[in-house]
């Protein structure tokens, strides 16, 4: 048993020619925060405070769909959401519709200690901020050029999208559209669990590319996109609608404690059998200290550590797995 | 075993000394809808369209918690929430924050019908209510003056300690704080409105359907939102089962109650009988809460750790039994 932690900026459809200039910087974010995650973590800090740590910094990066750089509802404007976890006690905390809070999961966690509530939304939860006196910014601070331009290219191709790393240029027909869009790298999320068993999960999103306004995806819902109790801590990324409805993050601790699977087992069982392929990722860490990232989509930008010394940095599926 | 069944509920957490014709009036609305839903099966519509049509009739009527009679935000405002789910693919629709929608639960079913999404709030979620032409209404039509009592004795009750006697409302309560200092969600429990109203329904085709639709809780945070829009928390269905939750929505989502039923018929095999005892005992930590449920075999149950649950149920064998006490 020692600590452990996991990390993603979102699973997808991530081609696997994905240009140098495109997946670099984001690379470079995984390991950014890996080392930020490990070395709170190794100076004591509780899981909850690592969690909303490292979420923090994956929110500050405008290359994942959070916080800046969060994608664009089909008005052009900023939606976020996120929520978060402690294993411990499962207090709970989430928000949504977020249109100026610099750091929707430190706003989510003020919900959860500085209220008698568990979620607040939109201009309610825009208010409390003021109230908490949180860090808030112009709305334009976190939309980027290159969301600008996905949903311009959603709304030609008619679609909703979770995000789309692809390149931005017309001609580029790489991409395998599904049903309903193509890459998806819906979220970021963190996981952590100390050397005593404690857990934390937070996730953190700007939605859908082209979402109408209004929606709440799997996010910012417990059970869902986080969760955390004395087994294990989950926080699930892709298609909110889907995640939703299977419940994911819920599912991989109910495994755990119904079936006796092991969080390795629980999580693969989930993004296989209980959610569409090409719809779902996830991390999770298990009290004893275990780690898994599991997804069903082409890749997912993922990082994670151990206390034993291991640690992984990928994209897409390792050659082990 | 086998045929449809379908349960109903106002609430869970009741005022002990609630006036008997209030009761009565409740019981009476209990059994109506239940009826409606009844009927609705012997027409053998869907478990979907059942569990819809019931909600409404809870939405418009004022006795409860949703829709017209909805508690009021700290503002004095309403702002309702609701949400569906059909068994049959766990297909769902939600929505927060209404002010002008006459039935929430409704709206619910056109984001699972109609929309690309699953969870519509707030103001977008008013505008796709315009765009699909539901029937909308002032905000003022959902305010009773029954709540508009409670809205101040609530925000008494957040500055007081346990010994103030609260006067009644209505002619017949007397003050509960200092003789039963029984409380939820913070406030006393002669002030707490239960939150909630909801649906289950299995129809004979053996598919299970939830809806459940909620004012919230009296004296919110505006843009508070609770369990009820939660799927997995206060909603859940899926092809073995249909969970609608009611009471203290910390507990319900830290438990994640409606899914909790579900989960340990799934994974656990236990029946739906022992599902429901298993969660309310085990799941609910220090919480309060109630809630009914449906099993793809005819079965139907319900379960609450609070004093009283408003709650009617009935099966196609003939069984019907409306109550709100133990």
């Given at each position: 048993m020692g600590w452990a932690i996991a990390l993603h900026g979102g699973a997808g459809d991530i081609p696997v020619s994905l240009a140098a200039e495109r997946r670099q910087p984001r690379e470079a974010a995984l390991r950014h925060c890996l080392k930020v995650g490990v070395d709170a973590l190794k100076a004591q800090k509780s899981p909850l405070d690592v969690v909303e740590l490292v979420v923090r910094e994956l929110e500050n990066n405008p290359h994942y769909n959070a916080g800046r750089g969060s994608v664009l509802t089909r008005e052009g404007t900023i939606e976020m959401e996120a929520s978060i976890m402690d294993g411990n006690t499962k207090r709970c905390g989430a928000v949504s519709g977020l249109t100026t809070v610099v750091n929707p999961i430190s706003l989510a966690r003020l919900v959860m200690e500085k209220t008698p509530h568990i979620y607040l939304a939109f201009d309610g939860a825009e208010r409390f901020a003021r109230e908490q006196g949180i860090e808030t910014v112009d709305s334009s601070h976190f939309i980027t050029q290159e969301n600008i331009e996905r949903l311009k290219q959603a709304k030609e191709a008619n679609r909703v999208q979770i995000d789309y790393t692809q390149p931005i240029q017309k001609d580029e027909k790489k991409e395998t559209p599904t049903a309903d869009g193509d890459s998806q790298i819906g979220t970021v999320g963190c996981v952590a669990v100390d050397s005593h068993g404690n857990l934390a999960s937070a996730t953190s999103t700007g939605g859908l590319v082209n979402k109408m306004v209004g929606?709440?995806?799997?996010?910012?819902?417990?059970?869902?996109?986080?969760?955390?109790?004395?087994?294990?801590?989950?926080s699930a990324t892709g298609k909110g609608e889907a995640i939703m409805r299977g419940t994911v993050a819920r599912d991989v601790a109910a495994l755990m404690e119904f079936k006796g699977l092991s969080l390795k087992e629980a999580a693969a069982y989930v993004v296989e059998e209980c959610v569409p392929r090409g719809n779902v990722g996830l991390v999770a860490?298990?009290?004893?200290?275990?780690?898994?990232?599991?997804?069903?989509?082409?890749?997912?930008?993922r990082a994670c550590a151990t206390e034993d010394g291991y640690s992984e940095i990928a994209i897409w599926p390792s050659v082990q797995n | 075993m086998g045929g449809w069944a379908i349960a109903v509920h106002g609430g869970a957490g009741v005022d002990p000394n609630l006036p008997p014709h209030v009761q009565e009036e409740a019981k009476k609305l209990l059994t109506r809808c239940l009826n409606l839903g009844i009927s609705a099966l012997r027409s053998n519509h869907s478990a979907i369209d059942v569990v819809e049509l019931v909600v409404r009739e809870l939405e418009t009527d004022p006795l409860f918690n949703s829709g017209r009679g909805s508690a009021l935000t700290a503002n004095g405002t309403v702002e309702m929430e609701a949400s569906i789910m059909d068994g049959k693919g766990r297909r769902c629709g939600a929505v927060s924050g209404l002010t002008t929608v006459k039935n929430p639960v409704s709206l619910a079913r056109l984001v699972m019908d109609k929309s690309p999404h699953s969870y519509l709030a707030f103001s977008g979620a008013e505008d796709f209510a315009r765009q699909q032409g539901v029937e909308l209404v002032e905000n003022e039509y959902f305010v009773t003056e029954e709540n508009v009592?409670?809205?101040?004795?609530?925000?008494?009750?957040?500055?007081?300690?346990?010994?103030?006697?609260?006067?009644?409302?209505?002619?017949?309560?007397c003050s509960a704080v200092a003789e039963s200092p029984l409380q939820m969600n913070g406030l006393p429990i002669s002030v707490y409105a239960p939150e909630t109203v909801g649906c289950v329904v299995v129809d004979n085709q053996g598919r299970c359907a939830a809806a459940t639709s909620t004012g919230g809780l009296m004296n919110k945070m505006n843009g508070r939102i609770g369990d009820s829009p939660l799927i997995g928390a206060g909603t859940y269905a899926c092809n073995l089962c249909g969970v609608s939750c009611t009471g203290e929505g910390e507990a319900i989502i830290r438990g994640t109650l409606a899914r909790e039923v579900a989960a340990v018929m799934e994974y656990k095999?236990?029946?739906?009988?022992?599902?429901?005892?298993?969660?309310?005992?085990e799941r609910l930590d220090e919480g309060f809460a109630g809630l009914i449920a449906v099993s793809n075999k005819g079965d139907v149950a319900c379960g609450f750790n609070t004093t009283g649950m408003f709650r009617g149920c009935a099966t196609e064998d003939g069984f019907m039994e409306v109550g709100i006490w133990e």
């Open positions: 929606r709440i995806g799997d996010t910012p819902i417990i059970g869902a996109g986080t969760y955390a109790n004395n087994l294990c801590a989950v860490v298990s009290a004893k200290g275990e780690v898994t990232m599991a997804y069903n989509t082409t890749g997912m930008f | 009592g409670m809205l101040k004795l609530a925000k008494e009750a957040n500055t007081i300690v346990f010994d103030y006697r609260i006067p009644a409302v209505g002619s017949e309560t095999g236990l029946s739906l009988q022992e599902a429901v005892d298993f969660v309310i005992k």
